[in-house]
C-alpha cells in the first residue's frame, strides 16, 4: 500500500517528552508463545505499569509498511494507556510489504487460519494471562490496519466489543483469494452495492452467529487518493446494515466535530461516521475520541444489537480482482438552502442529504451514482 508513514500530527499527539517517559515506565514486549499462530503473525504488547485491575484491552493494527514499533510510537495508544491502565496489544503483519491479510478466504473466514486467526489468538491470550475484562476487548487501526480492524469485527464478533477503523474498507471488500493481495477495484472505491450485500458479507465469515457485535466508528479523509473516500460511504452501508440502520439517514448530522473540518453521522449507538474534509490518506488518530467511543473515558457503551436484512451475496471466489456488483437504483433528495461544500467535499449521490453547490471555482464532479465531489 502507498502509506508509508503517519503524518507528523500523530506524533503531536504524543510530545517526545511523554513518549520519553513511556520508555522509563514500561516498554513494547514481543510475547512468542501466545498460542496458535497459523499465519506466523507477530505479537507485541505494551502493559503499563499501573496497570487497572481487570484491565481493558486495544489491539492496535499498524498501516502498510508499517510494524508494531512505529505504531507503537506514532499513536497516542500507550501514552493513554498509561493514563488509564489498560493494555495494547500491537500484533505485526508477516506479509511482504507489512500489509495485513484481508484478501484471503483463510482470513475473512473465523478461525480459517489468516491473519485474522491470529491476533484474535493474541487477545485471548492477553485476556487470559492478564484476567482482562472481557466485556472491554476494543480494536483499532489504520489503512491496512482499518481493513483488518472490519474484518476481525466480522469475524470475531463475539471478541471485540468496539472498533475504530481509519482510512479503511468494508470487510470482504478487499477479496482476491490470494494472501495479502491488492484489490484496486476496491481500493479505488468501484465496489458499490447495496447495505444488505454488505451486511451479509460481514455475515458469511461467521456464518450462524446471532450475538452481540462491535460498536463501530468510521473514519475516512475526502482527499484520499490511496483508498478513496467512496469506502467510507460503502463501510457505513455494511455496518447500517448490520445494525439494522438506514444508510444515508444518519438521527444525527454534527458539522465541525470532533473538530474543524469534520462531520460526525451519528447513525445509533453502534455506528458513527466521521468524516474530514480535505484530510488525505494519512489521517491522524484522534486517541480522545477514541477512548470515549470504547466507553474509557465515559460517553461510551458496550451495548449492542445484532439486526440485518437477508441478501444471498457473497464475496466472489471466481476471481483475483473480484467486485461486487453495483446497485443501479437512484435517490432524489432536496437541496439544503444557503448551504456551499468546499473543496474536496461530497456534493451528491444516492442518499446523500447535505450541501450540493460547490464553493466557486469548484464543480461538483460525479465519480459514481453513490458518491459526487467538489474538485
Given at each position: 500500500?502507498?502509506?508509508?508513514?503517519?503524518?507528523?500530527?500523530l506524533m503531536?499527539?504524543?510530545?517526545?517528552s511523554?513518549?520519553?517517559e513511556?520508555?522509563?515506565?514500561?516498554?513494547l514486549?514481543?510475547?512468542?508463545?501466545?498460542?496458535?499462530?497459523?499465519s506466523?503473525?507477530?505479537?507485541?504488547?505494551?502493559?503499563p505499569?499501573?496497570?487497572?485491575p481487570?484491565p481493558?484491552?486495544?489491539?492496535a493494527?499498524?498501516?502498510?509498511?508499517?510494524?508494531?514499533?512505529?505504531?507503537?510510537t506514532?499513536?497516542?495508544?500507550?501514552?493513554?494507556?498509561?493514563?488509564?491502565?489498560?493494555?495494547?496489544?500491537y500484533?505485526?503483519s508477516?506479509?511482504?510489504?507489512?500489509c495485513w491479510?484481508?484478501?484471503?478466504?483463510?482470513?475473512?473466514?473465523r478461525?480459517?487460519?489468516?491473519?485474522?486467526?491470529?491476533?484474535a489468538?493474541?487477545?485471548?491470550?492477553?485476556?487470559s494471562?492478564?484476567?482482562?475484562?472481557?466485556?472491554?476487548?476494543?480494536v483499532?487501526?489504520?489503512?491496512?490496519g482499518?481493513?483488518?480492524?472490519?474484518?476481525l469485527?466480522?469475524?470475531?464478533?463475539?471478541?471485540?466489543k468496539?472498533a475504530?477503523a481509519y482510512?479503511g474498507?468494508?470487510?470482504?471488500?478487499?477479496?482476491?483469494?490470494t494472501?495479502?493481495?491488492?484489490?484496486?477495484t476496491c481500493?479505488?472505491?468501484q465496489?458499490?452495492?447495496t447495505?444488505?450485500?454488505?451486511?451479509?458479507?460481514?455475515?458469511?465469515?461467521?456464518p450462524?452467529?446471532t450475538?452481540?457485535?462491535?460498536r463501530?466508528?468510521?473514519?475516512?479523509?475526502?482527499?484520499?487518493t490511496t483508498?478513496?473516500?467512496?469506502?467510507?460511504?460503502?463501510?457505513?452501508?455494511q455496518?447500517?446494515g448490520v445494525?439494522?440502520?438506514?444508510?444515508?439517514?444518519?438521527?444525527?448530522?454534527?458539522?465541525n466535530?470532533?473538530?474543524?473540518?469534520?462531520?460526525k453521522?451519528?447513525?445509533?449507538?453502534?455506528?458513527?461516521?466521521?468524516y474530514?474534509?480535505g484530510?488525505?490518506?494519512?489521517?491522524?488518530?484522534?486517541?480522545?475520541?477514541?477512548?470515549?467511543?470504547f466507553g474509557?473515558?465515559?460517553?461510551?457503551?458496550?451495548?449492542t444489537?445484532?439486526?440485518?436484512?437477508?441478501?444471498?451475496?457473497?464475496?466472489?471466489?471466481?476471481?483475483?480482482?473480484?467486485?461486487?456488483?453495483?446497485?443501479?437504483?437512484?435517490?432524489?433528495?432536496?437541496?439544503?438552502?444557503?448551504?456551499?461544500?468546499p473543496r474536496?467535499?461530497?456534493?451528491a449521490?444516492?442518499?446523500?442529504?447535505g450541501?450540493?453547490?460547490c464553493?466557486?471555482?469548484?464543480?461538483c464532479?460525479?465519480?459514481?451514482?453513490w458518491?459526487?465531489?467538489?474538485?
Amino acid at each position: 500500500m502507498k502509506f508509508s508513514t503517519l503524518v507528523s500530527s500523530l506524533m503531536a499527539l504524543a510530545p517526545f517528552s511523554a513518549a520519553a517517559e513511556i520508555v522509563k515506565r514500561a516498554t513494547l514486549t514481543q510475547v512468542t508463545n501466545f498460542g496458535s499462530n497459523p499465519s506466523g503473525a507477530r505479537m507485541f504488547i505494551y502493559v503499563p505499569d499501573r496497570l487497572q485491575p481487570n484491565p481493558a484491552i486495544l489491539t492496535a493494527v499498524h498501516y502498510c509498511t508499517g510494524t508494531a514499533q512505529a505504531f507503537y510510537t506514532g499513536t497516542p495508544y500507550a501514552r493513554l494507556a498509561d493514563q488509564y491502565g489498560f493494555i495494547v496489544i500491537y500484533p505485526e503483519s508477516p506479509n511482504s510489504g507489512g500489509c495485513w491479510d484481508v484478501s484471503s478466504r483463510a482470513s475473512l473466514t473465523r478461525n480459517g487460519g489468516g491473519n485474522s486467526n491470529s491476533i484474535a489468538n493474541m487477545v485471548t491470550y492477553t485476556i487470559s494471562q492478564y484476567n482482562a475484562d472481557r466485556n472491554r476487548v476494543f480494536v483499532a487501526g489504520t489503512s491496512s490496519g482499518a481493513m483488518m480492524t472490519n474484518v476481525l469485527a466480522a469475524t470475531y464478533p463475539d471478541l471485540f466489543k468496539a472498533a475504530s477503523a481509519y482510512a479503511g474498507v468494508p470487510a470482504g471488500c478487499f477479496y482476491t483469494g490470494t494472501v495479502a493481495g491488492w484489490n484496486s477495484t476496491c481500493a479505488n472505491g468501484q465496489s458499490i452495492t447495496t447495505q444488505s450485500a454488505w451486511a451479509q458479507t460481514a455475515l458469511d465469515m461467521y456464518p450462524g452467529y446471532t450475538g452481540p457485535r462491535p460498536r463501530m466508528m468510521i473514519y475516512h479523509g475526502s482527499a484520499d487518493t490511496t483508498i478513496y473516500p467512496q469506502n467510507f460511504n460503502e463501510t457505513l452501508k455494511q455496518w447500517a446494515g448490520v445494525f439494522g440502520y438506514s444508510y444515508g439517514q444518519p438521527q444525527q448530522t454534527l458539522p465541525n466535530n470532533p473538530s474543524a473540518g469534520y462531520t460526525k453521522y451519528v447513525y445509533g449507538p453502534n455506528l458513527v461516521g466521521v468524516y474530514g474534509t480535505g484530510v488525505t490518506h494519512n489521517i491522524p488518530v484522534n486517541g480522545a475520541l477514541d477512548m470515549e467511543w470504547f466507553g474509557i473515558t465515559g460517553g461510551g457503551s458496550t451495548t449492542t444489537t445484532s439486526t440485518v436484512a437477508p441478501s444471498t451475496t457473497r464475496i466472489s471466489t471466481t476471481t483475483s480482482s473480484s467486485r461486487i456488483s453495483s446497485s443501479s437504483s437512484t435517490t432524489t433528495t432536496s437541496t439544503p438552502s444557503s448551504c456551499t461544500a468546499p473543496r474536496w467535499a461530497q456534493c451528491a449521490g444516492n442518499g446523500y442529504t447535505g450541501c450540493r453547490t460547490c464553493a466557486s471555482p469548484y464543480k461538483c464532479t460525479y465519480q459514481n451514482d453513490w458518491y459526487s465531489q467538489c474538485l
